[in-house]
């Protein structure tokens, strides 16, 4: 919970330089993702859709059932900010206890960077 706040209050220091992330090196990357959710377009699948993530509330997608767990994250840490991104995709099973996500995470600072990189503008890797 107090990492969480943290992330909210942009207190957390986030490991990647976001700016410098490659979209097109992300895409290739959010390939691991591809299989529970797509960015290109508001579909979900086992996931739900990230079209628009970055900035966007979380638990938010509507005609999608999040696990409680994600809902009560969502009390706590609002938005989707680049730096709750980076923390979830590194941990997303630490970041929300109970999360229905069974994704480890991304270790590499570059991978992180990269996808969030692409889920912020998706078309810049086709």
Do not use: Q
Not at 23 to 51: D, I, M, S, W, Y
Not at 99 to 109: H, I, Q, W
């Amino acid at each position: 919970m107090m990492f969480g706040a943290l992330v909210a209050a942009g207190l957390a220091a986030p490991s990647a330089a976001f700016a410098d992330g490659d979209a097109v090196a992300g895409a290739k990357v959010f390939k691991k993702c591809a299989a529970c959710h797509v960015a290109t377009e508001a579909k979900n699948r086992v996931g739900p859709h990230l079209v628009g993530i970055v900035d966007r509330p979380m638990a938010s997608v509507e005609d999608y059932k999040y696990s409680k767990a994600m809902t009560e994250h969502a009390a706590e840490v609002p938005t989707w900010t680049e730096e709750a991104l980076d923390a979830y995709l590194r941990d997303p099973r630490g970041v929300v206890k109970g999360t229905k996500m069974a994704f480890a995470g991304l270790k590499k600072d570059d991978e992180v960077a990269n996808v969030i990189a692409y889920l912020k503008d998706p078309s810049a890797a086709e």
